[in-house]
């Protein structure tokens, strides 16, 4: 049994954090892009119009029973048949950003239907405009009753960047897979890249609370 030697791996500890920086740079795009298409989809779910509302249907549903490498190869592989090429990084940008989009969407939406229709009427009586309504009414209190569930989405999305790995992206994963390739050091490389990745995900949460408390201070003044 051969024993744990990191020296190979420690050695480029500059080329892990590099594939670090990346994975926390397409993370955070992808969950502002998610988080204003979430919003979108969640708003056009939820219309009495089925013109608007079964696209947003099909396009959730398509997303969540599908794997999300599928998504990856069809955005990377799949656009350059239509015409639209796009380079690993952005590609892994867009395909994190509908994968996101569409689970966020569904929490924003049972927010949004957690709001009381008398608090929207309240709105409408002391002559808010539809917009402040939406904004201050619906969707802040909305966004204020599932931040947590927000905060473990964003989570998942930051592990699921790993994935695109699979097409070049040079992330922490993609990363460790070169620096295994180079030592062939197997548990040695995945053990430093899971302590990077529990690294980034205690980060985000402590983040996402620092934001919750910024965005929702009412929250924790009756505790």
Do not use: W
């Amino acid at each position: 049994m051969k024993s744990l030697d990191f020296s190979g791996v420690l050695s480029r500890s500059d080329m892990l954090l590099q594939g670090a920086l990346l994975t926390v740079q397409i993370s955070l795009a992808a969950m502002a892009f998610s988080l204003v298409i979430g919003v979108a989809a969640a708003c056009l779910s939820l219309s009495g119009k089925a013109v608007l509302r079964l696209p947003v249907l099909a396009y959730v549903e398509a997303i969540r029973n599908t794997p999300f490498i599928v998504q990856v190869f069809l955005i990377y592989f799949g656009l350059p048949a239509l015409g639209m090429h796009l380079a690993p990084i952005p590609a892994a940008v867009v395909a994190m950003s509908i994968y996101g989009g569409a689970y966020t969407s569904e929490i924003i939406r049972a927010g949004i239907q957690a709001i009381g229709r008398g608090q929207i009427e309240a709105g409408k009586t002391l002559g808010m405009s539809p917009l402040v309504i939406f904004r201050y009414v619906v969707l802040k209190p909305a966004l204020s009753a599932v931040f947590p569930s927000l905060a473990a989405q964003f989570i998942l999305l930051l592990l699921s960047s790993s994935v695109v790995s699979a097409i070049s992206v040079p992330e922490l994963t993609g990363i460790g897979n070169d620096i295994q390739g180079m030592t062939l050091r197997n548990m040695e490389v995945y053990l430093v890249i899971a302590v990077f990745y529990v690294a980034m995900v205690a980060a985000l949460r402590g983040a996402m609370t620092a934001l919750e408390r910024v965005l929702f201070p009412f929250k924790f003044m009756r505790r």
